[in-house]
Structures are given as structure tokens and as C-alpha cells.
């Protein structure tokens, strides 16, 4: 049982913060304010975005009409594709995206199922494909080499056979293979 | 027994040792370290991976 | 004069005891049966196949993986930590719950729920891992399941709730005593952040399984469960905080070094710890990136409570080992009572928190998220934040909980000592081992000695990984052994059996201001950052539904 404070010894309440700690307050806040700028600026000002609101579909249509009908590489200009990546219980359509070295690929990734996901390895390119969504990041392929794309989302028996591969070509094989 | 309440960091309820936590400072500089050690390196590698927008 | 808080001297009653000791019991199993699937999802990686004995009830990777989520990561949790608040509630209000039976339906609502989630897992009729992410659908069961449990923690809660009021109303003007205050705000928390989960799964999950709805919008469901699956961590993590700050001190012989810091990092937790939940959705294509890095933001600042308990417990734990002769800028760690179990498995798991803590701060940093989603980075980072951070000071807090309980004493300290040393071993192993093919590239959630992608740079990670799996698996085993025999030990010399551990702190908590005493103001702001921070959105998501997706059972 204890007696509440009583008027005539009023207690003085504070925060009674140790002078270390409070200076630990100040760096901390200090630290995270300087990483998130560090991460603001490599995102909104220098491209290292993450995907954004694309746009809406049906997986029970995407395969009969729309971009989706016909997955694959389409090149738009010189050194610009875009490539419609259909995901499903168990494969990427297409399994295969062919690119010459330097090209700047717009890559789409819907669902036909369930949940999936799409990272390109050694690449900045991950998304998380959910069916009636649209999934779209922009990246340029510099170097020459196979990047796989793995599925990173559970979604059956047969997730862990689910990729598919980047091939990135120098660009004179790109041309005679005239893809 | 009165005692005036006062600032005194890390003073004990009944007038003890004013306690500077100077080893906790010691450790926390080495997480710190870490931090921006194992952090900085993960920024690096986005940035080394190129541009996705 | 200094008001002195008068220390609860009154103890549990064997009843109560009893009490807790029930979830206790619900929670050891359930971490005993869930852990077994680690080790042989790790040997997996390996090639090792150990799944064919436990056919035909499991039948792949997938249904383990399910098993080893729901039981590790929500049971074994939900039911400790529910009975661990029940204790310090009892405790540190000094008074009994004010209506026990209320507390006693809740048990019972959580443990029929448990039953029936678990029923449908183990027919292989709910493989959907512990997020049951639609468009796969689990059996109705396993969401009615759910449901319960979560129900049964609200119907706890309340119980928890009304005795803290009544507390209140015998003790105007006095500050709450720190553990129950926190295990209460805890429970507010939790009350609120389950909202999100309770809401896909009423709304949409529930019809949809039972066929009353023909299909579900799989971007809102993401939304809803992770409006709860963020918070849910800090549900997990600040019981573990309780015992730092408000009993670690004790045991280490020492006392809490800020009663005012202490409450405030719980308060940031409450008002911060739900309106981030896009953090797990960076990468999520219904969601715009302004939104994304609102979250962002606000998740940095959820972390500044967690530097603020890193400063408070760290000097916390070094005023006691001075006073216990520690010299010196590091002598003070030598000098801490490493030999008490409970005592190192909570230092060992603070250090292990620190690079969970890291990794978490990366996982939040917006386009770095980039790098790591989805990959086995997300396992490695959460087993050194749930598996040891909480789960291995949930081991610790039952070193001396399970024999203050039963009366009993602990079978053997020094086995115990050697069961927290092989977790914080096989730990580092395991779960460095995971962030590094993370980084590398590897898939979560993937058996990936069955990958045909696999490259030579992988295997010596994932004979790594299959390494620190089993050196858990051996240190879980011992555990289970030590828990089974001091419970089934003989009554000890009351002497023998310990205290409950309740910290002092340096200065009276009278003196901590009441803006850190009272619920309602921080309620409202919790409330009300929530809206900000998921109003806009949800509105966006609930308005623009569209029920597209059928159910799926792909395994």
C-alpha cells in the first residue's frame, strides 16, 4: 500500500536523461537521418527505384489478349526493348530473354496463378509478381553474360525448378542472330 | 531525510555513486562501426548493380 | 521526500502458477515439434533427405515449412508470451487478474484454434507457409484456426486490460510498476496491429476458402496481413525487452539505469510499430513508391527506440558489473554472472540482436530492399531477431520461470549453459551463412538442394547453412531435455527455487513524468499515425478491389 504524493512535498518530475545517453539520442537520430538520405537520393534522384503502381489485368485473360497474349523480347528503338514475362506454376514465359550488351530493357511480369516472384541475379531487377497486378522495372544491361531469374516466391510443389535466363549478347552476335 | 531532486546522471535513490556509463559508449561506438560498416556495404553493392527505374 | 514504489512482494498462487504453466507447456512443445523441421530444411540444402521419414503425413519441404513457421514463429510465441505477460501483470501489480476466467477462455480460444490450424497442415491441406499468401488457398479450418488463436489473445488481453485498470483505480497518482505497464502496452499493441490480419481473413480469406466468395484480391490481402506481420515482430521482441530492462538488470545485480527512457522506448513502439508495414512490400507492384518510402521513413524512426534500449540496457548491464568489481572500459562484461544460464542466454542473444538490428535496418532502406527481398538474406535476418533475440531470452526467461513455477530446480545449469552456447554457435553459422546467399542471390522459402540453378559459389554456404542447422537441432534437443526434466524433477527446498527477477531502477519511478505513464494520449497517437500512414492507401485499395483470383493448391 503506498500513500500518493502528497501537496506539501510536491516531486519534481523530469526526465533525468544521462548526458551520454542523451548525446547517444542526438547521434542516432543523426545516423538514420544520413542513411535515409543516402537512400532518398539513390532512389528519387539517381534511378535506384523500386516498382511502383503499373496498372491492373485478369490472370484469367492475360494470356488471350493484351501484351501478356504474347510474352517475350520486342525491341522499341536502337537500344530499347521491352519484354512480357508471363509467370505461372512452374515456368517463366518466356524462359529465355536474348539482349545485346548496353540495351535498356522495360521487363512486365504478371501472374496467370498464385504469387510469384522475379529477381534477376546480379541485377537491381526484383519484384514480387501477384496475379491481376503488373510488375515493371527499367534496367540496362551493361555487361555480357547469363543472369539467371529465379522465382523467390513459394508458390507450389515445383517453385524450386521455377527460372528462367538473360542472356546479354555483344551486340554483333545480337545482330546476327537478328533476333 | 530530504533529498533535492537534481540531474544527476545515473544517481542512485539513496545518494550513491554518480555512475558515467562510459563502457556502454565503448561498445555502442563498435556497433556503430559495424553499422555503417555492413550497411554501407550493402548501399555499395545497389549502386554497383545499376540503375532500375 | 522520495515516494519509494513499494516492491510487489506478493507471489503467484499455485494456481496461478498453473496458469502460466499451461502456456508454457503449449509453448515449449510447439517449438520442440516446429524446430525439428529446421535442421531438415537445412540438410535439405545438402542433399540430405531426411523428409522420408517422417512420410506419409509430411509430404514435402513445403508442408515442414509450414509446420516450422506456424509452430515457431506464431505459436510458440503467442502461447509464451501470453504467459509470460499473465506473470507479469500478477507480479508486478502485486494483485491477481480480475477475472481469471476470463483469462482461462482465452487460453482455451487459442489452444482449439491451434488445434484446428494445425489439423489441416498436417493433412497437407494448408501448405502455404506461415504467411498464406492467396491466391493459394488453405483449408477453411486453417483460417478459422487463426482466427482463434488471435481471439483468444484479445480475449487474454482484455482480461490483462481490466486488471491494470483496477490497479489504477487502487493506485492513483503512483506509476505503474515497469513490467506490467509494459507487458500491457504490449498487449494494446498486439490488440491493434491484429486488426489488419483479422480483417483479410474475416473479409476475404475465410468467405473465399468456404466458397461464398468465387475470388479475392491477392495486393489488398498482402496489405491487410502485413499491416499486422509488421507489429507482430514488436510483439514478439518487447516481451524480450521486458526481461532486459526490467529483470536482466536484477539478475545481473544490478538496476535499470532510466525508469523514464525505458517507458518512453515502449511508447515509441506503440505509436510507431504499425503504420510501416510497406516495408515488407517494397517490391510490390499495387503499391505506389511514395507511399514505399513513407513507410521507409517511418521505420527508421521505429528504430530509434530499439538504439535508445541498446544504450539503457548495455549501461544497465555495466553498472552492475562494476558494482560486481568490474574495471576498466571492458571488465565490467567479464565481471556479469556468465554462469547463470538465463543470465548469458539473454547477453548472448543481446549480442546476436545487435546484427539482426543491421540487418533489419537495411531490409527498411527503401531501394536496398532491392538487393535482399525474397532472398535467404530474410531467413538469416530473422533468425537472429525472433529465433534468438526473442527466442533464445524466452529460453533464458524459462531457466528461472519453469522452476519458479513448479518449484523445482533447474535440472542442470551447466547443460543449460552448453544449450545457449550451441544456439549462439550454430546461429552465427547458420544464419551468416544465409545472408551471405542472399546476397549471392538465392531464393528463401526453396529447397534448393533440388535447384537445378545452383551454382559452385553456393555450396559451401549451403553446407554451411546444413552445419549451423544441425548444431541448433543438437542445442533445441538438449533444451527440451532440460525443460522435460526439471518438470518432471522432484519439489525442491524452497530455498533452492528462485525469485522472480524484478529490477530496480537508479532513480524512483515517481519521478518519471506521468506524460509516460498514461495510456490514453498514446493511444490516440498510435490511432491516429496509423490513418495517416494506412488511411490513404487502404482507402485506394479497398475502393479499387478487384476479385480476380481464384483459389489455388498448387502442392
Known amino acids: ?179 | 531525510m530530504d533529498e533535492p531532486v537534481t540531474e544527476t546522471p545515473g544517481a542512485d535513490a539513496d545518494g550513491g555513486e554518480h555512475f558515467k556509463p562510459t563502457g556502454t559508449l565503448f561498445v555502442l561506438a563498435i556497433f556503430v562501426a559495424t553499422i555503417i560498416l555492413l550497411w554501407g556495404s550493402v548501399y555499395v553493392i545497389l549502386l554497383s548493380r545499376g540503375v532500375t527505374s | 521526500m522520495t515516494i519509494s514504489i513499494e516492491r510487489s512482494t506478493r507471489e503467484l498462487t499455485d494456481s496461478e502458477k498453473r496458469f502460466v504453466g499451461w502456456h508454457m507447456l503449449v509453448a515449449i512443445i510447439a517449438l520442440l515439434v516446429g524446430s525439428i523441421f529446421g535442421p531438415l530444411q537445412a540438410l535439405q540444402f545438402s542433399n540430405v533427405d531426411l523428409y522420408q521419414y517422417l512420410e506419409p503425413v509430411i509430404r514435402s519441404y513445403y508442408q515442414g515449412l509450414t509446420l516450422h513457421g506456424v509452430l515457431n514463429a506464431l505459436v510458440w510465441t503467442t502461447f509464451f508470451i501470453v504467459g509470460f505477460t499473465t506473470l507479469v501483470v500478477i507480479k508486478g501489480l502485486g494483485r491477481a487478474l480480475t477475472h481469471p476466467k476470463v483469462n482461462w477462455a482465452g487460453f482455451w480460444v487459442m489452444v482449439v484454434g491451434l488445434v484446428m490450424t494445425a489439423v489441416p497442415i498436417l493433412l497437407n491441406q494448408a501448405t502455404v507457409l506461415y504467411t498464406f499468401y492467396p491466391p493459394l488457398q488453405a483449408s477453411w479450418a486453417f483460417y478459422l484456426g487463426l482466427t482463434l488463436v488471435v481471439v483468444g489473445s484479445w480475449i487474454s488481453g482484455v482480461g490483462f486490460f481490466l486488471t491494470f485498470i483496477a490497479w489504477r483505480k487502487d493506485n492513483p497518482g503512483v506509476r505503474s510498476p515497469f513490467i506490467a505497464f509494459a507487458g500491457v502496452l504490449n498487449m494494446a499493441m498486439w490488440q491493434i496491429a491484429t486488426l489488419g490480419v483479422a480483417v483479410e481473413i474475416l473479409s476475404m480469406l475465410l468467405p473465399w476458402s468456404l466458397g461464398l466468395i468465387e475470388a479475392t484480391d491477392p495486393q489488398l490481402a498482402r496489405t491487410y496481413f502485413w499491416f499486422t506481420g509488421h507489429p507482430l515482430v514488436y510483439f514478439w521482441l518487447l516481451p524480450a525487452y521486458i526481461s532486459w530492462y526490467g529483470m536482466l538488470p536484477k539478475q545481473a545485480g544490478g538496476k535499470l539505469f532510466s525508469d523514464s527512457l525505458a517507458r518512453l522506448a515502449f511508447w515509441l513502439f506503440l505509436i510507431v510499430s504499425i503504420p510501416v508495414g510497406f516495408h515488407h512490400q517494397f517490391v510490390d507492384p499495387g503499391v505506389p513508391t511514395g507511399w514505399k518510402w513513407i513507410h521507409a521513413t517511418l521505420t527508421y524512426s521505429v528504430f530509434f527506440p530499439s538504439m535508445l534500449t541498446a544504450f539503457t540496457v548495455i549501461a544497465s548491464l555495466e553498472y552492475a558489473g562494476r558494482k560486481r568489481g568490474g574495471v576498466g572500459l571492458l571488465g565490467w562484461i567479464r565481471a556479469l554472472p556468465w554462469k547463470d544460464p538465463s543470465v548469458s542466454a539473454q547477453l548472448l542473444a543481446g549480442i546476436l540482436f545487435m546484427f539482426g538490428g543491421i540487418g533489419g535496418l537495411t531490409n527498411a532502406s527503401y531501394n536496398l530492399n532491392l538487393i535482399i527481398h525474397n532472398t535467404a538474406w530474410v531467413p538469416g535476418h530473422f533468425h537472429l531477431t525472433v529465433a534468438t533475440a526473442v527466442t533464445l531470452s524466452f529460453m533464458g526467461i524459462t531457466y528461472w520461470l519453469i522452476p519458479y513455477i513448479t518449484g523445482k530446480k533447474l535440472i542442470s545449469p551447466r547443460l543449460a549453459q552448453i544449450q545457449v552456447w550451441t544456439w549462439f554457435v550454430g546461429m552465427i553459422i547458420f544464419s551468416n551463412a544465409m545472408h551471405v546467399l542472399g546476397l549471392l542471390g538465392a531464393p528463401r522459402r526453396t529447397p534448393l538442394g533440388d535447384a537445378p540453378y545452383v551454382p559452385e559459389e553456393w555450396n559451401g554456404h549451403l553446407l554451411r547453412t546444413s552445419i549451423g542447422g544441425t548444431i541448433l537441432l543438437v542445442s533445441v534437443l538438449i533444451y527440451g531435455w532440460i525443460m522435460y526434466k526439471t518438470a518432471r524433477g522432484p519439489k525442491a527446498d524452497p530455498d533452492d527455487v528462485p525469485m522472480i527477477p524484478v529490477a530496480e531502477s537508479l532513480r524512483d519511478p515517481q519521478l518519471t513524468p506521468v506524460w509516460l505513464d498514461r495510456f490514453k494520449p498514446w493511444l490516440i497517437a498510435a490511432g491516429a499515425l496509423i490513418v495517416l500512414a494506412y488511411g490513404p492507401q487502404l482507402w485506394d485499395q479497398i475502393t479499387g478491389i478487384q476479385l480476380t483470383s481464384p483459389g489455388w493448391t498448387p502442392w
Request: overall charge negative; glycine content about 8%.
Open chain 1, 1 to 179: 500500500m503506498t500513500a500518493p504524493p502528497t501537496d506539501a512535498q510536491p516531486q519534481k518530475e523530469s526526465m533525468g536523461i544521462d548526458p551520454y545517453e542523451r548525446n547517444w539520442m542526438r547521434f542516432s537520430i543523426v545516423l538514420l537521418v544520413v542513411f535515409l538520405t543516402a537512400v532518398t537520393v539513390a532512389g528519387f534522384a539517381m534511378g535506384f527505384q523500386v516498382p511502383g503502381e503499373e496498372g491492373r489485368v485478369d490472370p484469367a485473360t492475360i494470356t488471350e489478349a493484351g501484351p501478356f497474349a504474347n510474352p517475350g523480347v520486342r525491341q522499341i528503338a536502337p537500344s530499347e526493348f521491352e519484354v512480357y514475362v508471363v509467370s505461372r506454376t512452374f515456368n517463366f514465359d518466356p524462359a529465355e530473354i536474348v539482349v545485346p550488351q548496353g540495351a535498356t530493357v522495360t521487363i512486365y511480369v504478371t501472374s496467370q496463378d498464385v504469387q510469384h516472384g522475379f529477381k534477376i541475379t546480379d541485377t537491381n531487377v526484383n519484384m514480387q509478381v501477384v496475379p491481376g497486378q503488373v510488375s515493371k522495372l527499367t534496367y540496362t544491361f551493361d555487361r555480357v553474360g547469363e543472369f539467371p531469374y529465379l522465382c523467390t516466391e513459394y508458390c507450389g510443389i515445383g517453385h524450386a525448378a521455377m527460372f528462367g535466363t538473360v542472356k546479354v549478347v555483344p551486340p554483333s552476335e545480337f545482330e546476327e542472330a537478328g533476333a
